[in-house]
């Protein structure tokens, strides 16, 4: 639907029963059209507007959100998506009717500006109380400089703090603002609805070690009051210890975090005791001490309820894979999934200068993966830029049966075929991933077609990133995708080279489109050719190889078509090597003298008779070799050919259309 035309038959053709809805880039999306689309859509359930421009809050409002009469009947969208959206900031009005809308679920406002007022009159009571909230770069439209007490600052603060007073998965990844005041004042106040928060991510922001430790002591004070609240209510009896918070996904990703935040987080691992998600990659945590960085492991163990660790890029000291079987059984016991993307560890810290650090050159470094993981009961493990050796990653592998996932993208040269062998042992694999490695495809074809375990995958990608694909590399590919494009050395689903998806080249489609040809033609008669032919292909590859024969007899032809400047005896021509020839003195018959660079300077064209080339080289026709006058039989039954087809009635019909000069006349 092309709204920007600014018709009103464009948004009539919306089908009424459309539930969801997403527009991008549409620069003239005005109140009006709003109105109308609300109108042809009375039950649409979601809306994403991403780079739109041109309305306002007030008309989304009364579209949309329940003011108005569009969208699920009355009552306003279920989910509002507003991305990059540069409009005015959005304001009460906005605001009161998202706070007064009874389907609203999700409201996602990354990179859309608001005012204070706006987050005023959105409110922080949890009731009604929002699945999830994103407030993304709320610091892209704040005023600069930024001042303390700022509108943008107050704006944001007040966002934050609704989004914990009313959400139960909030997201303030890459927010900008200073979070430590926010924090310290929820600790003052805490919110009712702390107690109930599921998500909470607050990756790539300032989130410090006093953010955590307000976090916590807020959220304990919220416990109290819960506990209390529910024994009040059960008639007076003791509420007695505070129960674990309802967090379940925590990611400090890329945070200002160190070693006394994480200390503060697992302290208090009773509060947490429901974390089954704790994402700690990109950190700076390492100035921990080996006794540490151990002692650190071992109370993240702690967490009764973890079943998944990020250690993504975590700059820790060599001694986090040291394995006690008698202390560490807590760590070990519930986790189900490990993602080790460049995780510096495996071989020691790095220093500022580029060179391992003073443990990793005495020889304390790390000991094989297979300590560190083997007493694990993975599920999923994720090592994107693996720098270990493919011997220990198999023998890591081969500790793991009951592994159902396998990301392994980035490995390089370091994972290479001998990882195969452990990875056929996996009998429960059903998604694996091995792009930019160097597995080769010929035996992840072997893998996928001849092994029972791989018949079994359901998710597989792999492949060079450097072919045009980058675009899909994120997504996974249906096995019988993968099969088919094997042969392309790429892996792509069939919607992608079919519609010209993802960046692929012409030439790369034309291929992949007789690759899918042949197989299919083999599937249908097994016991023909594996490689069919095909027409136009055919007979270029047979032009082609005819053209070879005539260059290794040391002769250049023109196309066999072409009937120009014809000799004395076969009225076939011959074109001049472009290298310069000395003058020659052998009679009337030869070739004028030929100056040296001439063809540099000109673009005139010396053409020769056979003769006369026969002359220049000194020998008569019968002196050549066999092999060359084997050639030139050839080359005359062609163009006996040539003329045959050019004087025949199909031709001079018009039926074929004759090429400029200098190319191939031929009918096909």
């Given at each position: 639907v092309?709204l920007?035309q600014?018709?009103?038959?464009a948004i009539?053709?919306?089908?009424?029963?459309?539930?969801?809805?997403?527009?991008?880039g549409?620069?003239?999306?005005?109140?009006?059209?709003m109105?109308?689309?609300?109108e042809?859509?009375?039950?649409?359930e979601e809306?994403?507007?991403?780079?739109?421009r041109g309305?306002?809050?007030a008309g989304?409002?009364?579209?949309?959100?329940?003011?108005?009469?569009?969208?699920?009947?009355?009552?306003?969208?279920?989910?509002l998506?507003?991305?990059?959206?540069?409009?005015?900031?959005l304001?009460?009005?906005?605001?009161?009717?998202?706070?007064?809308a009874?389907?609203?679920?999700?409201?996602?406002?990354?990179?859309?500006p608001?005012?204070?007022?706006f987050?005023?009159?959105?409110?922080?009571?949890?009731?009604?109380a929002l699945?999830?909230?994103?407030?993304?770069?709320?610091?892209?439209?704040?005023?600069t400089?930024r001042?303390?007490?700022a509108?943008?600052?107050?704006?944001?603060?007040?966002?934050?703090?609704?989004g914990?007073?009313?959400a139960?998965?909030?997201?303030?990844?890459?927010?900008?603002?200073?979070?430590?005041g926010?924090?310290?004042?929820l600790?003052?106040?805490?919110?009712?609805?702390l107690?109930?928060?599921?998500?909470?991510?607050?990756?790539?922001?300032?989130?410090?070690?006093?953010?955590?430790?307000?976090?916590?002591?807020a959220?304990?004070?919220?416990?109290a009051?819960?506990?209390s609240?529910?024994?009040a209510?059960?008639?007076?009896?003791?509420?007695?210890?505070?129960?674990?918070?309802?967090l379940?996904?925590?990611?400090?990703?890329g945070?200002?975090?160190?070693?006394?935040?994480?200390?503060?987080?697992?302290?208090?691992?009773?509060?947490?005791?429901?974390?089954?998600?704790?994402?700690?990659?990109?950190?700076?945590i390492s100035?921990?001490?080996?006794?540490d960085a151990?002692?650190?492991?071992?109370?993240l163990?702690?967490?009764?309820?973890?079943?998944?660790?990020?250690?993504d890029?975590?700059?820790?000291?060599p001694?986090?894979?040291q394995?006690?079987?008698?202390?560490?059984?807590?760590?070990t016991?519930?986790?189900?999934?490990v993602?080790?993307?460049?995780?510096?560890?495996?071989?020691?810290?790095?220093?500022e200068?580029?060179?391992?650090?003073?443990?990793?050159?005495?020889?304390l470094g790390?000991?094989?993966?297979?300590?560190?993981l083997?007493?694990?009961?993975?599920?999923?493990?994720?090592?994107?830029?693996?720098?270990?050796?493919?011997?220990?990653?198999?023998?890591?592998?081969?500790?793991?049966?009951?592994?159902?996932?396998?990301?392994?993208?980035?490995?390089?040269?370091?994972?290479?075929?001998?990882?195969?062998?452990?990875i056929?042992?996996?009998?429960?694999?059903?998604?694996?991933?091995?792009?930019?490695?160097a597995?080769?495809l010929q035996?992840?074809r072997?893998?996928?077609?001849?092994?029972d375990?791989?018949?079994?995958?359901?998710?597989?990608?792999?492949?060079?990133?450097?072919?045009?694909?980058?675009?899909?590399?994120?997504?996974?590919?249906?096995?019988?995708?993968?099969?088919?494009?094997m042969k392309?050395?790429?892996?792509?689903?069939?919607?992608?080279?079919?519609q010209?998806?993802a960046?692929?080249?012409?030439?790369a489609?034309d291929?992949?489109?007789?690759?899918?040809?042949?197989l299919?033609?083999?599937?249908?008669?097994?016991?023909?050719?594996k490689?069919?032919?095909?027409?136009?292909?055919?007979?270029?590859?047979?032009?082609?190889?005819q053209?070879?024969?005539?260059?290794?007899?040391g002769?250049?032809?023109?196309?066999?078509g072409?009937r120009?400047?014809?000799?004395?005896?076969?009225?076939?021509?011959?074109?001049s090597?472009?290298?310069a020839?000395p003058?020659?003195?052998?009679?009337?018959?030869?070739?004028?003298?030929?100056v040296?660079?001439?063809?540099?300077?000109?673009?005139?064209?010396?053409r020769?008779?056979?003769d006369e080339?026969?002359?220049?080289?000194?020998?008569?026709?019968?002196?050549?070799?066999?092999?060359?006058?084997?050639?030139?039989?050839?080359i005359r039954?062609?163009?006996?050919?040539?003329?045959?087809?050019?004087s025949?009635?199909?031709?001079?019909?018009?039926?074929?259309?004759?090429?400029?000069?200098?190319?191939s006349?031929?009918?096909?």
């Open positions: 092309q920007g600014r018709r009103r038959g009539a053709q919306v089908p009424q029963e459309l539930a969801e809805l997403h527009l991008e549409l620069h003239v999306l005005s109140d009006r059209q109105q109308l689309l609300a042809s859509c009375p039950q649409l809306l994403t507007l991403v780079e739109c309305f306002t809050g989304l409002a009364i579209s949309f959100c329940g003011s108005g009469s569009g969208g699920s009947g009355g009552g306003g969208v279920a989910v998506r507003l991305r990059q959206c540069p409009v005015a900031p304001g009460a009005d906005l605001g009161a009717a998202l706070r007064a009874p389907s609203l679920r999700v409201l996602d406002l990354a990179n859309t608001t005012s204070a007022a987050w005023e009159a959105f409110g922080e009571e949890p009731v009604p699945d999830e909230l994103h407030l993304g770069n709320l610091g892209a439209f704040l005023p400089p001042e303390p007490g509108v943008g600052g107050a704006a944001a603060r007040a966002a934050i703090r609704a914990l007073g009313r139960r998965s909030l997201s303030l990844a890459h927010v900008e603002e200073e979070l430590d926010v924090f310290h004042d600790s003052l106040a805490p919110c009712a609805n107690a109930a928060l599921v998500e909470l991510d607050v990756s790539y922001t300032r989130f410090s070690d006093q953010c955590m430790q307000d976090l916590l002591q959220a304990m004070t919220a416990l009051v819960a506990a609240e529910s024994a209510a059960a008639g007076g009896a003791d509420g007695g210890a505070p129960a674990a918070l309802g379940r996904v925590l990611k400090l990703r945070t200002c975090l160190t070693q006394a935040g994480l200390r503060s987080l697992t302290a208090h691992h009773e509060v947490l005791g429901n974390v089954e998600v704790l994402d700690i990659g990109e950190t700076t100035e921990l001490e080996p006794t151990l002692g650190l492991r071992l109370e163990g702690r967490l009764p309820g973890l079943k998944k660790l990020v250690l890029k975590a700059r820790i000291s001694d986090w894979t394995v006690d079987p008698a202390a560490d059984l807590g760590f016991a519930h986790l189900q999934s993602s080790l993307s460049g995780f510096s560890a495996l071989h020691g810290r790095i220093s200068s580029g060179e391992p650090d003073q443990m990793y050159q005495f020889g790390p000991p094989p993966l297979a300590n560190l083997g007493a694990c009961d993975l599920r999923e493990l994720v090592f994107e830029g693996s720098r270990v050796a493919a011997t220990e990653l198999a023998d890591a592998l081969a500790c793991l049966p009951n592994l159902t996932k396998l990301n392994l993208n980035d490995g390089g040269a370091r994972v290479t075929d001998a990882v195969l062998p452990a056929q042992g996996l009998p429960q694999l059903k998604s694996l991933s091995l792009v930019n490695t597995v080769s035996a992840v072997g893998y996928v077609l001849h092994h375990g791989g018949r079994k995958l359901e998710e597989l990608a792999c492949g060079p990133k450097d072919r045009g694909f980058q675009d899909t590399y994120e997504k996974f590919y249906r096995c019988i995708s993968l099969v088919e494009a392309l050395m790429e892996l792509v689903e069939a919607r992608h080279w079919k010209g998806h960046g692929l080249p012409t030439d489609l291929e992949l489109w007789q690759i899918r040809q042949e299919a033609s083999a599937k249908a008669a097994p016991k023909r050719k490689r069919a032919s095909f027409g136009l292909a055919s007979r270029s590859r047979e032009l082609y190889r053209q070879a024969m005539i260059r290794r007899a002769l250049r032809s023109k196309s066999f072409e120009a400047a014809r000799g004395p005896e076969d009225g076939f021509s011959w074109r090597s472009p290298t020839v003058a020659s003195s052998s009679g009337a018959g030869a070739p004028p003298a030929v040296p660079g001439a063809f540099a300077t000109s673009n005139r064209k010396i020769w008779s056979q080339l026969l002359s220049r080289r000194g020998g008569t026709r019968t002196s050549l070799p066999s092999e060359t006058q084997a050639c030139l039989g050839q039954e062609m163009n006996a050919r040539a003329e045959e087809v050019e025949s009635p199909w031709r001079a019909s018009g039926a074929s259309v004759r090429r400029e000069s200098g190319e006349s031929s009918p096909w």
